[in-house]
């Protein structure tokens, strides 16, 4: 699709997606899906439930089990197969009640045929999202110009096969473009989760964040300092327990209970890593652990328990890790606990220092990860509201890519289009993220040859 074609999708899929849209005889009685939703002339759809039956499409995928992907999937879904892994498959017939006949859990890692779309493969990659989320890499020849949107493509009947890499929601990670499915192939499309796609999105990888957590529950615990070696100027639990005028090694007898907030499924990495780190349980709600029994994690099912008070880890709303709720929260189990830890994994809670360059050039971004300081336990700090009792912690703890790992995954592959998948209502948003895109395509040019970008460890940049 040429630019100006490409425009005028986006002006299509702007009008479809409008919020007082309402189903009548007119509109044909559903929501139209925009270009994006159905791969370029496969009868594939992805992420595209809230549509209905689209015409011509024969397969339905699900990249992972959050609602914002499967709005609309219920039990009266009858549009057509759907594929997904089988964490997902697990958790959309408990969840939504979807008629088993019509979900197929595919095999993660290895190319599988999709009957009935003229010999399209896929290969399931998982995607270091929520549990079950994975990338879909497709592979065949395009055969028909299935969906709503009147662009139409010219390649379909060609022989040419064509690659589609289909991120859902991911944390970019080496991993992805190290895959053997994909590694050394050119992809002519990857539609991207653009949710952090600005520079002013940073954070920490995700296993420094998950240690550095499990670290800093065990000091607390075990009444270590908090403090790094060093002895740093950051404010700690220790600094902060002694101007609150006690202090952490009296509490050392006491028990401590570590409360974890989450919303939906995901986050439940931190978890497993406190619980272990504490050699403890893990206590959660029973309409949550039917819900975590559903995740091929046995590792997280070991460690669930029903018994709240054998427990010294928590696994609770997000919404229960607020000075007040949590005090409620704690009261259920008077006597039981001398303080809590309340953490809060949320997603981007960086701002870029002032006077941080808006625009920094492909280069530059790329080498930024050499020069950032090393994310530890230290580097957590409580809230302002937290009291002796309650000590709450915000965690820089994202399942998305940071606007680095985008440019470190963009950069390693060798594509024809990206489509951004996330922030894609505006005009002027996605003008922003399309000049990023440019700047992409623009560098790799330069470059010649795509390589690999430099990582630090197989799983983070
Ligand atoms: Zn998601």
């Given at each position: 699709m040429?630019s100006h ?5 986006w ?8 919020r ?5 005889k007119?509109n ?27 015409p011509?499409?024969?397969?339905y995928f ?28 697990n958790?959309?017939?408990?969840m939504l009640?979807?008629d ?25 990659i ?5 549990p079950?989320?994975?990338?879909f ?7 028909v110009n ?14 040419r096969t ?10 970019a990670s ?6 053997p499915?994909?590694k050394?192939k ?16 940073t954070?920490?990888p995700?296993p420094?964040?998950?240690s ?12 270590q ?12 639990v220790?600094s ?19 409360v ?8 439940e ?13 893990v206590y959660?709600?029973a309409r949550?652990?039917?819900i975590?029994r559903?995740q091929?994690?046995?590792?997280l099912?070991a460690?669930?328990?029903?018994d709240?008070?054998?427990a010294?880890v928590h696994l ?9 709720k ?7 189990f ?6 809590a ?11 870029s ?5 808006s625009?920094?050039?492909?280069p530059?971004i790329?080498s ?8 530890t ?8 509201n937290?009291?002796?009792a309650l ?13 680095f790992e985008?440019t ?8 024809g ?8 209502g505006?005009?002027?948003s996605?003008?922003k ?15 010649g ?10 799983d983070?940049?």
């Amino acid at each position: 699709m040429s630019s100006h074609k490409e425009n005028e999708a986006w002006k299509e899929a702007a009008v479809v997606e409008d919020r007082n849209f309402r189903p009548n005889k007119g509109n044909g009685g559903r929501r139209k899906a925009p270009f994006y939703k159905v791969l370029q002339g496969m009868p594939i759809a992805v992420d595209a439930f809230r549509y209905g039956s689209i015409p011509d499409v024969t397969a339905y995928f699900l990249t992972h089990a959050h609602s914002d992907h499967y709005t609309n999937l219920a039990s009266n879904w009858k549009s057509g197969p759907i594929y997904c892994s089988q964490g997902t498959a697990n958790l959309i017939i408990h969840m939504l009640s979807v008629d088993p006949k019509w979900v197929h859990p595919l095999p993660m890692d290895i190319s599988s045929e999709i009957p009935n779309t003229g010999g399209v493969r896929v290969t399931l990659i998982e995607a270091n999202h929520c549990p079950g989320s994975c990338l879909f890499f497709f592979e065949g020849p395009q055969t028909v110009n299935a969906g709503d949107s009147v662009f139409k493509s010219s390649y379909v009947g060609s022989t040419r096969t064509f690659r589609y890499l289909h991120c859902g929601d991911f944390r970019a990670s080496p991993k992805h473009v190290l895959h053997p499915a994909v590694k050394g192939k050119r992809i002519d499309h990857i539609y991207l989760d653009t949710t952090y796609l600005d520079p002013k999105y940073t954070f920490p990888p995700q296993p420094l964040v998950i240690s550095a957590c499990a670290e800093l529950a065990k000091r607390i615990v075990s009444g270590q300092s908090t403090t790094d070696d060093a002895g740093g100027k950051t404010r700690t639990v220790d600094s902060f327990m002694s101007v609150q005028g006690r202090s952490s090694e009296k509490k050392k007898d006491g028990k401590i209970l570590v409360v974890v907030g989450t919303y939906s499924i995901g986050k439940e990495r931190i978890v497993k890593a406190i619980a272990q780190a504490l050699n403890t349980r893990v206590y959660c709600d029973a309409r949550k652990a039917a819900i975590l029994r559903c995740q091929s994690d046995p590792e997280l099912h070991a460690l669930l328990t029903t018994d709240p008070i054998s427990a010294g880890v928590h696994l609770v709303p997000l919404s229960v890790i607020t000075s007040d709720k949590l005090k409620t929260y704690m009261d259920r189990f008077q006597g039981n606990y001398t303080r809590a830890i309340g953490f809060r994994p949320t997603g981007w809670t960086y701002t870029s220092p002032a006077g941080s360059d808006s625009s920094p050039s492909i280069p530059s971004i790329l080498s930024r990860a050499a020069s950032r300081p090393p994310f530890t336990y230290a580097s957590l700090r409580p809230t302002r509201n937290s009291t002796g009792a309650l000590t709450l912690y915000g965690i820089p703890y994202s399942e998305h890519s940071s606007f680095f790992e985008l440019t470190c995954f963009a950069m390693s592959l060798e594509w024809g289009k990206m489509i951004a998948t996330v922030n894609v209502g505006s005009a002027i948003s996605r003008g922003k993220m399309g000049r990023w895109i440019e700047k992409w395509e623009a560098e790799r040019k330069k470059r010649g040859k795509t390589e690999v970008v430099k990582y630090r460890e197989l799983d983070y940049w």
